[in-house]
């Protein structure tokens, strides 16, 4: 099958899912009203709660729920199941479940003067759901550190001709920022300038490659993260996520460009089996793709910092319901590439090592992306190794995009919750600090493939809870709950089958006591987080 005719039938179907399906949650759940200020505009701090353009705020937005989850996710699972299921779970699951998550949930943190998913909690369940929501929550974004740090830590050192353009686009981030707000210069002529350096800055990094160790860029991801994590947002974290938003665009649109020009045939298989080596189908396909479908760190960046951002309430679906689908595109891109532009096995036909995809898993997930998307972009004239390093930029942007919002919602959830109890914990250093202790101690065994599996049970039991939230929210205004209880009633069985799973024929046999711990924690804060949630709206049900 030609790759460019799935391509053209999957973009189809997300753009009509947003004018259908968006608009359905629109006006069935969301109602939005201009008149309405948002907490942005009530509060306007200067450091957390700052009206953003729209551009802007979809850059940080969408960079910041994009990192690596729909790219290495998909990867991971069309390596282990096929093509063919791997991308009937991202199209179906990202509109059905991931749009209408991301947007009922930043949603109702803006209607709630910007407070995150844990509190709404508080407020829509109970107390009890709250705390346990949060230690949960907050486990979640430990693991996401883990498991992004090492990803970038690996990459920086297989790939050195990306260092400099990862670096720069720190300063030009901070360069950004500083003339935008500060000095009040045209945003149009400032993006101008900051792609233009940013890819002089990849051209430059391919003749002066810097080198390190493994432990220097893993010891660098954290400090970068601590220090993105509790600077005002509109100096490092903003601009960087806006700027790299144009690294992924940029990636997404060429990288369809270049596949349709290519036209290149499937030639892996479209199902591999029923039972993987990581386990069966369902549920660990569900589990595997994370962000490509469904993200429950979605529902903390939209209810963390964007609620804090957005200028006006209808500016909503385009930030949140529209971020995902993009989101969704992008693991549809990656699938295709995977499958078709890469060779799947080895043969005497092939003339490129170099482009079997096994040979380059066995590198790095960055790595064999990157290869991929560069190999595509040729057919647009683009030379080979500025695509690769495009490529491999662009998902080592994110992945460190992700790592400063995880430590900054972190932070946002220990100064809500343990900070009200013990004062010390209201300070932001303090508070971005204690998870950035346990997600180093997970670092340790060097390698995502063994985190990967608990992080995505963990991310996608947040999306169940987050959901289930909504729905209690939502439904206290008497908006039907069909729409957000049905999808977290899937997400609950199947996230909990996942960590069962994972937790006996995995954690126990290979002796990974702390991934049993967390697993065995996870499963019983997810479930005692649903029965609340349940008795809560069974209580509204018998008054009716």
């Not at 945003?187 to 300038?193: D, E, P, Q, W, Y």
């Not at 995809?357 to 998307?373: C, D, E, R």
Request: one cysteine or more; aromatic letters at 14%; hydrophobic letters at 55%.
């Amino acid at each position: 099958m030609n790759a460019t005719v799935i391509a053209i039938i999957g973009i189809i179907w997300f753009i009509f899912a947003y004018k259908w399906y968006g608009k359905k949650i629109e006006s069935n759940i969301i109602k939005p009203d201009d008149k309405n200020l948002t907490p942005a505009n009530q509060v306007n701090d200067g450091v957390d709660y700052v009206p953003t353009k729209t551009a802007i705020l979809f850059g940080h937005h969408f960079s910041s729920i994009a990192g690596a989850g729909p790219i290495i996710g998909p990867i991971f699972a069309f390596s282990l199941f096929g093509w063919l299921p791997t991308l009937l779970w991202i199209m179906l699951g990202t509109v059905f479940m991931g749009a209408v998550h991301d947007y009922t949930s930043m949603m109702a943190s803006v209607r709630n003067k910007g407070v995150s998913i844990t509190e709404i909690a508080d407020q829509s369940v109970s107390r009890t759901a709250r705390w346990i929501f949060s230690v949960f929550v907050w486990l979640s974004l430990a693991l996401v550190q883990a498991v992004f740090a090492v990803l970038t830590a690996q990459t920086l050192e297989q790939k050195p001709e990306i260092v400099l353009p990862t670096v720069g686009i720190m300063f030009l981030a901070v360069a950004f920022g500083y003339f935008v707000y500060r000095k009040k210069k045209s945003l149009f002529f400032s993006t101008i300038v900051s792609i233009i350096f940013l890819f002089l800055l990849i051209i430059i990094g391919d003749y002066y490659p810097i080198y390190a160790t493994y432990d220097f860029w893993l010891l660098f991801c954290f400090i970068y993260a601590f220090i993105a994590a509790t600077l005002p947002v509109w100096i490092l974290l903003q601009p960087r996520d806006y700027l790299s938003m144009y690294l992924l665009l940029a990636g997404l649109i060429l990288g369809f460009i270049g596949l349709i020009l290519k036209s290149p045939i499937i030639n892996a298989p479209a199902f591999i089996k029923f039972n993987s080596t990581n386990g069966p189908i369902w549920p660990i396909l569900f589990i595997t793709v994370a962000c490509g479908a469904i993200s429950g760190f979605h529902s903390l960046v939209g209810s963390g910092t964007s609620s804090k951002q957005l200028t006006k309430e209808t500016d909503g679906k385009k930030i949140s319901f529209g971020g995902m689908l993009t989101e969704g595109a992008l693991a549809l891109l990656v699938v295709l590439l995977m499958s078709s532009v890469l060779y799947w096995k080895y043969s005497d036909n092939i003339q490129n090592n170099d482009l079997v995809f096994q040979n380059l898993m066995n590198k790095s997930a960055n790595i064999t992306f990157g290869t991929a998307l560069g190999n595509v972009l040729t057919s647009l004239g683009i030379p080979l190794f500025i695509g690769i390093s495009l490529g491999v930029l662009m998902l080592n942007a994110f992945i460190l995009t992700t790592l400063d919002t995880t430590v900054r919602l972190a932070r946002y959830i220990v100064e809500e919750s343990i900070g009200t109890k013990a004062k010390i914990f209201k300070n932001r250093y303090i508070s971005a600090s204690v998870g950035l202790i346990l997600a180093y101690i997970l670092t340790q065994n060097n390698s995502w493939k063994i985190i990967w599996p608990v992080f995505g049970a963990s991310n996608q039991l947040v999306a169940a809870l987050a959901l289930f939230v909504a729905t209690a929210y939502w439904f206290g205004f008497g908006r039907p709950k069909r729409y957000t209880l049905i999808p977290a009633i899937f997400m609950l069985i199947t996230t909990e089958a996942a960590l069962i799973y994972q937790t006996i024929w995995q954690y126990i046999p290979q002796e990974n006591i702390l991934l049993v711990i967390i697993s065995i924690a996870l499963i019983i804060l997810g479930l005692i987080v649903a029965f609340e949630v349940y008795k809560k709206i069974w209580r509204r049900n018998t008054r009716v």
